[in-house]
């Protein structure tokens, strides 16, 4: 009877279980088995993948660095701050993580576009952001940064304070203290925080198509491009998304590795 | 107290500010050379006064001159880093990321002077702390006392005209932390600023420090040399640290004292009025049955608790007048004595010293 019952709770809790497994692990299994593992280097190398990889790789690398130089101070502020409004700006913060990416590029619209709250400012001089690289900069940047702010603000807030008291006495301005201390200690969290935003940049595509179209060495970078390939050749896509999958795998195992507990 | 006119030279401070539950008003001054000891209770105060000296934490009102300069005088106030301070705390908090060396040049460095300069500054401090030969260890390579000696060499390498070290030595297991205590003392001498040395253990503060502040509650409760603090202590915490037994009481001219709980003690030495007694835990014998003779206190108590400390024991006894007996191992045996039995508690009147509150 006892057995019985033990029996039928394994049940009850390892089919939903095996079934959520399923759920992830087979399409990630069906993308490797149609593969054709001999084509991958010829399709990555056809004149439409070579741009959107170079631009790719430059708009993330571009995000990276603002995330680097904005989202660090951003991150010590939050982190040191004991105020009421901090706790609100951490929560605005999170909203661009749950936010479908096609609403950020509706509002990077309403934001950079000709009529757009700081774009019409900008018309009159003869700039447009929409549909330029730099639209895709500002997309991944939209949806990377929240990743980036809250994993260096965590390491931050990991500091003993009395770290900085103990600087400051010895003559060290905050700035001082950041850059010879405080941005030193945080190394991990801000390496693993770049990796993070770095890998949810590179896969950004909802809010870039819709702030900055689809255009081919300009604003097409690679996810935007599987999206076109699967209509015209498919295989071309199955190795994009390949590519795509190691490069994921691998920032994920450099910070499991390394940095991740 | 010390004279003013040197005293403006040294530390001229009065705390108020509050933290938390506590409100603390603590007036400390010093002398150049001086090292204060800060003692009292946990929570009552003396971290938050460092905190305040060192300008971590605001002023609510009070004043705050340090070798003739105004860090603090309630309205402006300098930020740490524009102070000459040096601060060193429990944990050493040296920077894990930095060599011995350039703990101790982080000073001098973030005070503008040249890289070399500073690292021969350096070199010279961890020298005069005994680890000049431990430049380019990294903290976590150090030993717990080497650590405390960096971070004395760190807090001295800025040449601060105040030194605050708070419980420097309470990380330390007791072997280290004697040995680290004279080296302590050792390189304090040298030193002609201000010390101020918070700490929980007496032997600290008698070993380390010329005057004594105690700290309870936020407030000042007893100030002196080791020398007065011993032999009249202020307060029952006071009474404790230096291990005396400590009644507030009304004497009179007979030499009679009576406890504020309505015991009586007999002493040769009266004072009249509202009286701090004490009897020493040594003068107190205990036995069986009432003593004959030349003692003129004697009180039947109950014993509460019995600890041993090295070849003697120290007897807690609760009735008429509540004492801490220390008596040797033998007479524990010999007496018999266990928790919750009565006794025979026997003290000379001449060992009952009394003194005004």
Redesign the interface.
């Known amino acids: 009877m006892r057995y019985a019952v033990r029996w039928r709770s394994r049940v009850a809790l390892g089919v939903p279980a095996a079934l959520a497994l399923l759920l992830l692990v087979v399409p990630l299994v069906a993308l490797l088995l149609r593969a054709d593992w001999a084509r991958i280097p010829a399709d990555l190398a056809t004149p439409t993948v070579l741009p959107a990889l170079r631009l790719s790789l430059t708009t993330t690398s571009v995000t990276a660095v603002l995330c680097l130089l904005l989202g660090t101070p951003l991150a010590w502020f939050l982190a040191r701050s004991e105020h009421r409004a901090t706790s609100w700006v951490r929560a605005l913060l999170t909203v661009p993580l749950v936010l479908p990416p096609v609403v950020g590029g509706v509002a990077l619209l309403m934001t950079w576009g000709r009529n757009g709250l700081i774009g019409q400012y900008l018309t009159p001089f003869g700039i447009q952001i929409p549909f330029t690289t730099v639209a895709v900069v500002l997309a991944e940047t939209f949806v990377a940064m929240p990743y980036y702010v809250l994993a260096v603000e965590g390491a931050m807030r990991g500091l003993d304070p009395r770290l900085e008291s103990v600087a400051r006495t010895l003559g060290a301005s905050d700035l001082r203290y950041l850059r010879t201390v405080g941005i030193p200690l945080v190394l991990p969290g801000i390496a693993s925080g770049l990796a993070l935003a770095w890998a949810r940049a590179l896969g950004e595509f909802g809010a870039t198509i819709t702030f900055a179209g689809n255009f081919q060495g300009r604003t097409q970078t690679l996810p935007l491009l599987v999206y076109v390939e699967l209509e015209r050749d498919p295989q071309v896509a199955i190795s994009i998304s390949i590519m795509l999958l190691a490069v994921s795998v691998l920032v994920l195992g450099v910070l499991r590795g390394r940095w991740l507990r | 107290m010390s004279a003013p006119s040197r005293v403006g030279d040294g530390l001229d401070a009065r705390i108020r500010l509050s933290r938390g539950e506590i409100e603390v008003d603590v007036t400390l001054t010093a002398e150049p050379g001086q090292v204060i000891g800060v003692l009292g209770p946990n929570g009552g105060g003396k971290t938050t006064t460092v905190?305040a000296l060192?300008?971590?934490l605001p002023l609510a009102e009070g004043h705050v001159r340090v070798g003739g300069q105004v860090w603090d005088d309630g309205r402006r106030r300098l930020?740490?880093?524009q102070?000459a301070?040096?601060?060193m705390?429990a944990?050493s908090?040296l920077?894990?990321?930095l060599r011995a060396l350039d703990n101790v040049a982080?000073?001098p460095r973030?005070?503008g002077v040249g890289r070399h300069e500073a690292r021969d500054r350096a070199r010279t401090e961890l020298e005069r702390v005994g680890l000049s030969d431990r430049t380019a260890a990294r903290p976590r390579e150090l030993s717990s006392g080497q650590q405390a000696r960096v971070a004395l060499a760190?807090?001295l390498a800025?040449d601060p005209a105040l030194l605050?070290l708070d419980e420097p030595l309470a990380a330390l297991d007791p072997d280290t932390r004697a040995r680290t205590r004279s080296d302590l003392a050792a390189r304090l001498t040298a030193y002609d600023g201000v010390t101020v040395l918070v700490t929980h253990d007496p032997l600290d503060a008698l070993t380390l420090a010329d005057h004594l502040v105690f700290v309870e509650d936020g407030r000042v409760t007893q100030f002196g040399t080791p020398a007065e603090v011993l032999s009249e202590p202020r307060s029952a915490y006071v009474g404790t640290v230096v291990g005396l037994n400590l009644y507030a009481a009304q004497g009179d001219s007979h030499g009679h004292v009576h406890t504020a709980d309505g015991g009586l003690i007999v002493t040769t030495s009266p004072t009249e009025g509202a009286v701090w007694a004490t009897v020493p835990p040594s003068a107190v014998s205990l036995h069986r049955h009432h003593p004959e003779g030349s003692p003129r206190n004697t009180w039947r108590l109950r014993i509460a608790s019995v600890t041993m400390q090295g070849q003697s024991a120290r007897i807690g006894l609760v009735g008429e007048v509540p004492l801490t007996a220390e008596v040797t191992l033998e007479s524990v045996t010999a007496l018999g004595l266990q928790v919750g039995q009565d006794v025979w508690a026997a003290v000379k009147a001449t060992e009952v010293r009394t003194y005004p509150r």
């Open positions: 905190l060192a300008g971590v930020a740490p880093e102070r301070v040096g601060l705390l944990d908090l920077f894990p990321h982080f000073g973030s005070r760190r807090a800025t605050l």
